[in-house]
């Protein structure tokens, strides 16, 4: 039996009120933190949600802050039309998708010859590799634009059709070849994960594969790739969203085929005549916002694994 002491002891040990108040006090600036943050990332979007839906007669009200007075939906069809928002959206798809699994091969091939295969200048051109993620595009623009525009593959296409070279430009082909070599948009970053993620994986498992008699090929799309599902899902998260985003590249190869991001662009010339700067604003918002829509789509039902991944890809890497 414990006397009145021991309890009291056990008390004054369990309760202190120095440990409680820290405890307290890192709660509170965490969630003023957590919550400033999600402020500052958050803010822009439900200010593009706000405009899309006001009328002219909102914008110089000044009772009106988030919710509209007025509620149309004349900014949407205005931006939809403008910008030719569904075959525009139809190419962007095509072209984000497309290069996404391409990058997705290429990438993950040359990460695991990277990784796993030992040969001379290995170490060089992985360097080279690292080298490509800290170039500036522009600095290779004019090079990139005359190969596609005077492509000709180790002259095959002046042996087999008599050209002396066929124009790409206005075509996906760019893109699609620039992924199949792992030359594309953030490409060098892509191999760098894999790479990482490929050396995290035990050589034993590789070694009880080629005893059973699997070649490297086998190796790789038998036990890496089902082994590095988090670096497949960041890099196939990564490549999506950055080529639905890119406006360099597309606006470089692509002057008739028309996408979102350079649909934005000539939105801001056709409301250029628009006599109201506010409403061209407001306008233009809404196209970003309706850009933004289907990622935003994307990342409702796959965020979860994509912080799984990210986390997974770092632990091992």
């Known amino acids: 039996m414990k006397g009145p002491a021991a309890y009291a002891e056990q008390f004054v040990i369990t309760y ?5 108040t820290k405890k307290w006090v890192w709660i509170i600036l965490r969630a003023l933190l957590v919550t400033g943050f999600c402020f500052i990332i958050l803010f822009p979007l439900f200010l593009r ?12 009200d000044p009772t009106v802050l988030w919710i509209p007075k007025h509620f149309t939906l004349d900014n949407l069809k205005i931006a939809i039309e403008t910008t030719e928002y569904f075959s525009t959206l139809l190419n962007t798809v095509l072209i984000s998708s497309g290069t996404t699994l391409i990058q997705l091969a290429s990438c993950a091939l040359a990460a695991y010859a990277f990784a796993r295969l030992k040969f001379k ?7 080279l590799v690292i080298f490509t993620i800290v170039v500036p595009p522009q600095t290779i623009m004019i090079p990139l634009y005359l190969t596609y525009r005077y492509f000709d593959f180790f002259g095959l296409v002046d042996l087999f059709s008599g050209k002396e070279s066929v124009n790409l430009i206005d075509t996906f082909w760019p893109f699609l070849i620039s992924s199949a070599t792992a030359m594309g948009l953030k490409n060098g970053l ?3 994960i894999f790479r990482q993620f490929f050396r995290g994986i035990p050589k034993e498992i590789e070694e009880a594969a080629l005893v059973d008699g699997a070649g490297v090929f086998k190796t790789f799309y038998r036990i890496m790739i089902p082994n ?6 960041t890099v196939l998260l990564f490549s999506f969203v950055w080529q639905w985003n890119d406006s ?9 085929v028309k996408v979102l991001s350079t649909g934005l662009m000539d939105m801001g010339v056709l409301i250029g005549g628009e006599p109201d700067p506010v409403y061209q604003s407001m306008l233009m918002n809404t196209g970003v916002l309706l850009t933004m829509a289907p990622l935003i789509l994307l990342y409702l039902f796959v965020q979860r694994y994509f912080v ?5 890809t770092g632990l091992v890497g």
């Open 49 to 60: 949600l706000s405009v899309a839906f006001r009328s002219k007669a909102d914008i110089y």
């Open 308 to 312: 799984e991944s990210v986390e997974r």
């Open 248 to 256: 360099y590249y597309v606006s470089l190869f692509l002057s008739k």
């Open 190 to 192: 892509y191999i760098y």
């Open 228 to 233: 590095a599902i988090p670096a497949v899902v």
């Open 16 to 20: 202190n009120p120095a440990e409680k």
């Open 121 to 127: 200048g290995s170490g060089l051109l992985f360097a």
